[in-house]
């Protein structure tokens, strides 16, 4: 006890000095914090936008699927898909035909996936129709109305209204042919994902490729919540024993890797942010405990033992880190609450990043725990700083402490 109070009262002996380390200590947690945040906010973002826009949360596929994508390999969807709406957390779900084609305008020709779509299932797990950036979605009574990206128009000369041809397989093995009029462009975020799909209504592709109408290569289901995807898995393993069920860490390895190296990226991060906060603390207490060589000396002469000596010091290390954490903590909290509400604005690196499925606007997020072990950090952190000079103070000899001017 008598160690700790004169710690305090060494603190505030240079309050200038005393001040400075603080502030650097609670520069050190915001920005960390910050960082987090960011990072946290940006894999979020694609994490959702990836299950939103593209894989969903699970798919039902044959079991050959994942190894060859053949018009072959569709299955059977129940006739009587009311059970579907009982699944815990299903926001929608969609029963689509996927085909390797070729989509050609009157100027280009690219390669790509038919996707074979409900209009009403598909807005309510894809949101496709919150995508359409020009023209309208599935409306209106055009026979064979067809949705591209919008890179996928530019790259083929097509506008609204413009008549492309898809070519593709049918069962037979032949070649089989469909003109489309273009009725909306849309744009997900993603130009890779976009330039390799294009959407079309799903009994207008049962018609040419000679399929029945309950046949499908693919089931997606899109939850309000990841927490109930396992449970949604096995229910539907269960209604589908003979298909192959994927949740989306399954379907998208990237998705796992992203949220798995999180946890990594935190820890490295920290670790970053708290030697430079080692090496500032280290050198301001060495400095403390070099200008009062001579007091130390003092007070081991007149019956101060060792132990004293190191565990003021150590408490002086830990009191400077203390207080310098709940300003970064607060300054933090307080940044990260007010990006989560009006984002991050990237728009003009949009273009770049859509190229990895970004979203350009970013929402900071930092988990509860993340707090918890940035002050545990810090608080390690002093205690490491203090060791090397609370060594060096008890090093000193007192006869020749005294004697130092």
């Excluded at 969609?94 to 280009?108: N, Q």
């Excluded at 018609?207 to 289901?221: K, N, S, T, W």
């Excluded at 946890?263 to 207490?285: E, K």
């Excluded at 990043?353 to 390690?380: H, K, N, Q, R």
């Amino acid at each position: 006890m008598v160690a700790l109070k004169l710690a305090w009262k060494n603190i505030w002996r240079n309050p200038v000095r005393s001040a400075v380390v603080m502030i650097s200590i609670g520069l050190g947690v915001w920005a960390l914090m910050f960082l987090l945040s960011f990072m946290g906010g940006m894999v979020e973002s694609y994490v959702e936008r990836s299950l939103r826009h593209k894989t969903s949360h699970v798919q039902i596929h044959t079991p050959d699927w994942k190894e060859e994508h053949l018009l072959s390999h569709h299955f059977t969807a129940a006739e009587d898909s009311d059970f579907m709406t009982t699944l815990p957390g299903l926001r929608g779900f969609s029963e689509r035909l996927l085909l390797e084609g070729v989509v050609m305008s009157a100027h280009a020709t690219r390669g790509t996936q038919i996707v074979g779509v409900d209009s009403d299932m598909e807005a309510a797990t894809l949101g496709l129709d919150e995508l359409i950036v020009e023209g309208d979605y599935f409306e209106g009574k055009r026979r064979w109305p067809i949705l591209i990206s919008q890179k996928t128009a530019e790259k083929l000369n097509v506008k609204i209204n413009s008549k492309v041809v898809l070519n593709f397989p049918d069962t037979s093995g032949s070649i089989t042919s469909g003109a489309f009029k273009v009725q909306g462009i849309f744009k997900s975020g993603d130009n890779n994902w976009d330039e390799a799909h294009v959407f079309v209504l799903k009994q207008g592709l049962h018609q040419l490729i000679g399929l029945d109408r309950q046949e499908v290569h693919e089931i997606a289901f899109y939850l309000d919540d990841r927490m109930k995807v396992d449970t949604v898995v096995q229910l539907l393993q269960s209604i589908y024993p003979a298909q192959r069920v994927e949740d989306y860490e399954e379907i998208s390895p990237e998705l796992r890797l992203y949220s798995s190296s999180l946890g990594l990226n935190r820890l490295i991060m920290t670790i970053i942010i708290m030697l430079a906060l080692v090496f500032g603390i280290i050198n301001t207490m060495l400095m403390a405990v070099l200008e009062r060589t001579r007091e130390l000396g003092m007070l081991m002469a007149i019956g101060m033992n060792r132990m004293r000596v190191f565990g003021m010091i150590v408490w002086e290390t830990l009191l400077l880190g203390m207080m310098g954490l709940p300003l970064g903590l607060l300054a933090g909290w307080l940044t990260i609450s007010w990006t989560a509400t009006t984002g991050i604005d990237l728009s003009a690196f949009a273009e770049g990043i859509s190229e990895f499925g970004m979203d350009p606007i970013v929402y900071p997020s930092l988990p509860t725990s993340a707090y918890i072990e940035i002050a545990l950090s810090v608080g390690l952190t002093s205690l490491l700083a203090a060791i090397y000079p609370s060594i060096k103070a008890t090093r000193l000899q007192p006869v020749e402490a005294v004697r130092k001017i």
